[in-house]
């Protein structure tokens, strides 16, 4: 039985999920409602397993990672939900942060259920609709060579840096570089790629990997991006 605290203000989404949570009452169950972090804290001896976080409360777009730091401390894991997956600093925030995202308006029973096991597993399931919403405007793609343009396409699609290296028959530590010099060519145009989803993402706009309800998958603990079907180089 997954434990799930709510934080929202909106007593419509309120009365909407305590209905859909009744479809799954066997699997989770909802054990308090606040309309802040703070006060969800104050009146809770322990976390729960998942806390669902509205992240256009009022101010709370500017704070999640603010609210995300203090709830992971707390012990427990985040999944957050929108009625704006299309903001850009929406986006930004939950791509930098590697929390799970569910637009509001997918909050179906399997849909809801299927991300809150996941957080509460600890699993990163990235959405398309953030893939969708991270366009940069006016940003250029650095311009790769073949070689990083196969590294980044192996990364991007679920590969490990080992596995990388063992796929184009290259040392770990050539791998590496390459890593190093794609991530310097993407801060030169403006654009970060410092971690797995982010550098998922790029290669998804710069259309070096299929499109997201293709490819884009899972981030698991291992930091990679795991995909249902392999990639050519």
Known sequence: MITVAI?????????????????????ARIVDIR??????MEHNDGPPDVVLLDVMLPGASQQLAVNVRR?????TCVLAVSSQPERSEVAK????????????????PDALLTKLQAT????LVVSPKIAESLIWENKKAPRLTNREIQVMKLLSS????????????????TV??????????????????????????????????????????????????????????
């Open 120 to 123: 509460a597993a600890g699993e």
């Open 35 to 40: 309309a802040s972090v703070s006060e969800l």
């Open 158 to 173: 679920g590969m490990a840096p080992k596995a990388v290296a063992r796929k184009l028959m290259i040392s770990d530590d």
């Open 71 to 75: 709830l992971r401390t707390w012990g």
């Open 176 to 233: 590496r570089k390459h890593i190093i010099s794609i991530r310097a060519k993407y801060a030169e145009v403006g654009r970060d790629v410092g971690n797995p989803v982010l550098l998922h993402y790029a290669a998804l706009q710069d259309e070096i990997i299929a499109d997201p309800e293709e490819a884009l998958q899972q981030v698991t603990g291992n930091n990679t991006v795991t995909s249902g079907e392999d990639d050519e180089a």
């Open 93 to 108: 925030a939950v791509a930098d942060l590697r929390v799970n995202f569910l637009p509001k308006s997918d909050l179906a």
């Open 7 to 27: 934080i929202e203000d909106d007593a419509w989404t309120v009365n909407a999920l305590r209905s859909i949570f009744d479809d799954f009452a066997d699997k």
